[in-house]
């Protein structure tokens, strides 16, 4: 116990003396929130103008416009201008940029219900623009899975309770927050293996060997000390995302805390791998910006996946941030119970295992 | 030290490899208590490998190393408990201060001497509060050593424990050592420098491709290998080994970079011969010295090698 005091105690006089990673674990993921915050701070009221190409489902057709009619803004505006018309004309239009999506109701969406089978609604959108998705797809998805799931419980969608909706407003800064707690989550972790290296090559380790100082009471007083520095990172995000920007929170806390150390524990393993594979302080930067940079930007950190062109798609679904960013932000945007994204957790738990697993194999002390 | 002390450090036919290369190669030595044990040899001729063994940090694939009493291999961290380690290189953490990090040695030992004490070992008053990656190269060194001491050990192992220190603090090093052996405490030592282990070591093991070659004390290695007296010179010109050892009363000659070294048992007769040849042939010898045969032509003649190489 002295010993494992120890090492906690050397690793927190060596981390607040390391302007670097202080920077990384705290200044960073702050700044990130300022800026993009304050940049898009008036996302929250655009509105946008979608095109209904009824193609033949005039029942669903009402649904979706009577759905898109009723979020509401703040100061009482309509998020969506809805407009009906022929399909080749709303995609003109779209084109040219007096529209913003065009939605086509394919036929026989009516009796989808009844007859068992599912089908979906195609969205048509600008792709280049790309900050309004950020806001129009997530928007425009939950209103028809709103929709979609007063249909399947055979209630008129009719009744659909405007308000629930509006809660669910999504800002720009609301979509990010949760991006960039995940963002932080792996730059803390992943970069945790350059320490173990350094402290490897400098022979620190080996010197630790002759003293009767266990390994694992080193890698325990380690790792104890680096996750107390994510949920502490952690919180400092949440928190200047409340008081500054009032960002939501509807899930579980206690929710949001598991998936929080689950990604950590992803991500610390992610770092030991490193440190196992890696021999060299001077190779394992630029391995530690390969893993980093791509998830960066490819997980849903700043743009959603859905965004993203489908040939990368393969990639985005194998990166494990992909996961901890929809798992945090389903949490805290839409309230979803842990329950009900056991896909999630599962592959983050396999991440989790296949990186320790290799870890034990491969690591070596000196 | 005689031999009825009691032996605090027992190695029988020790062996450890690398692929196909013997580091140590089945080899065999007693340190009894209070002793102070030096090992030299070439790098790479299997000292540290072999202090590593013993002191639990690696295990031997053949033999046995028994540490106080103790099997090493199976009781490592009781061993670890009473032993003082200092490595090659002072590695230690860059951004603790020394005061903070002789605490964070404290704390591995079940018991431990005070950290003033550690300071004042390794003359750290003014510096205590010093990140360690800010000190100086012979700060880091002294600190390394001392931190050896933490535990109040009952051995301690020292691996060049005072190269790059100055002169005076190696003085300092040594009178460090030297007291901790009026306690009846022991002393495994590598070293590079002659004078060091001339002085400090009881006796020396010198090791050369993985095997103990000779063990004995500094005085009987030099006495039972080399009877002559050295004489070092150089030579503008060399004229080849078999002119020189054809000279009379040259028993040996080695030569060392620009150094020519002639051992002789009749320096006059010797240095009459050299002269002549020189003159004969035009050449010029410069530098000459006589001198006792130390250690280091006891490691040259018996390696091939110097002892810095």
Not at chain 1, 105 to 122: C, E, H, K, Y
Not at chain 2, 20 to 46: C, H, R, W, Y
Not at chain 2, 161 to 169: E, M, Y
Not at chain 2, 276 to 294: D, K, N
Request: hydrophobic fraction near 45%.
């Amino acid at each position: 116990m002295r010993a494992f005091g120890a090492v906690f105690v050397a690793r927190y006089q060596q981390f607040i003396r390391d302007r670097a990673a202080l920077f990384f674990s705290f200044a960073f993921p702050i700044i990130f929130i300022l800026l993009f915050g304050w940049a898009f701070q008036n996302m929250g009221t655009q509105t946008f103008k979608v095109g209904l190409a009824d193609e033949g489902s005039p029942l669903t057709t009402t649904y979706i416009t009577i759905g898109l009619n009723s979020v509401v803004l703040e100061g009482d505006v309509k998020m969506f201008k809805t407009e009906p018309g022929d399909l080749d004309d709303l995609r003109a239009k779209l084109e040219k940029g007096d529209l913003d999506a065009v939605i086509e109701i394919p036929a026989g969406m009516d009796t989808l219900a009844a007859r068992g089978a599912s089908d979906n609604v195609q969205v048509y959108y600008d792709a280049s623009q790309t900050v309004n998705q950020q806001m129009l797809i997530p928007a425009l998805s939950q209103v028809i899975s709103a929709i979609d799931q007063q249909i399947a419980r055979y209630t008129p969608p009719i009744g659909m309770n405007p308000q629930s909706v509006q809660s669910h407003q999504l800002r720009y800064i609301d979509f990010l927050l949760p991006g960039i707690l995940g963002m932080t989550l792996m730059f803390i972790g992943v970069q945790g293996g350059l320490p173990v290296i350094q402290q490897r090559q400098a022979h620190i380790i080996k010197r630790l060997g002759s003293t009767p100082l266990r390994r694992s009471t080193l890698v325990m007083g380690d790792l104890l000390f680096r996750m107390i520095v994510i949920l502490a990172s952690a919180a400092l995000i949440i928190l200047v995302g409340r008081l500054v920007f009032d960002v939501q929170m509807v899930g579980n806390w206690l929710s949001l805390c598991g998936i929080i150390l689950l990604g950590s524990l992803v991500f610390v393993s992610l770092g030991y791998l490193i440190a196992a594979l890696v021999k060299t302080q001077e190779s394992a930067l630029p391995v530690v910006q390969i893993v980093n940079l791509p998830m960066m930007i490819l997980s849903g950190t700043f743009f959603s996946v859905a965004s993203m062109p489908a040939f990368i798609e393969p990639l985005i679904k194998i990166l494990p941030l992909t996961y901890v960013n929809d798992a945090l932000r389903q949490i805290m945007v839409s309230g979803t119970p842990l329950h009900s994204m056991t896909t999630d957790i599962a592959v983050l738990a396999a991440w989790a295992v296949a990186c320790l697993a290799i870890t034990i194999r491969f690591f070596k002390w000196d | 030290m005689g031999v009825s002390a009691s032996k605090v450090i027992e190695v029988t036919n020790l062996a450890k490899s690398y692929g196909t290369i013997k580091a140590v190669d089945g080899i065999s030595f007693e340190v009894a208590q209070g002793e102070v044990f030096g090992m030299l040899g070439p790098n790479g001729a299997g000292k540290t490998t072999t202090i590593e063994i013993v002191e639990g940090l690696r295990t031997a694939d053949g033999g046995s190393a028994t540490v106080l009493g103790m099997d090493v291999s199976k009781h490592t961290r009781a061993v670890k408990e009473r032993i003082g380690v200092q490595s090659q290189s002072p590695a230690l953490f860059p951004g603790l201060k020394v005061r903070e990090m002789i605490k964070f040695f404290r704390r591995l030992y079940k018991k431990s001497v005070p950290t003033s004490h550690i300071i004042e070992l390794a003359s750290l008053q003014e510096s205590q509060n010093v990140l360690f990656r800010n000190l100086s190269g012979g700060q880091q060194q002294r600190l390394s050593v001392a931190l050896a001491f933490v535990s109040d050990p009952d051995i301690i192992f020292l691996d060049e424990p005072t190269t790059g220190l100055d002169p005076q603090a190696r003085r300092a090093m040594w009178e460090v050592i030297e007291t901790f052996q009026r306690a009846g405490k022991t002393v495994v030592l590598t070293t590079h420098y002659m004078e060091e282990a001339q002085r400090l070591c009881d006796r020396i093991a010198i090791m050369d491709y993985g095997k103990i070659i000779a063990l004995d004390s500094p005085q009987r290695l030099i006495e039972s290998n080399i009877k002559e007296s050295a004489i070092q010179f150089k030579m503008n010109e060399y004229p080849g080994d078999q002119v020189i050892t054809g000279l009379p009363d040259v028993s040996k000659v080695i030569r060392e970079g620009d150094d020519i070294i002639v051992y002789t048992n009749n320096i006059p007769s010797a240095i009459s011969g050299l002269l002549g040849m020189a003159s004969q042939r035009s050449a010029e010898l410069s530098e000459l010295s006589v001198r006792q045969a130390t250690l280091e032509d006891v490691f040259l003649k018996m390696t091939g090698k110097r002892i810095r190489d």
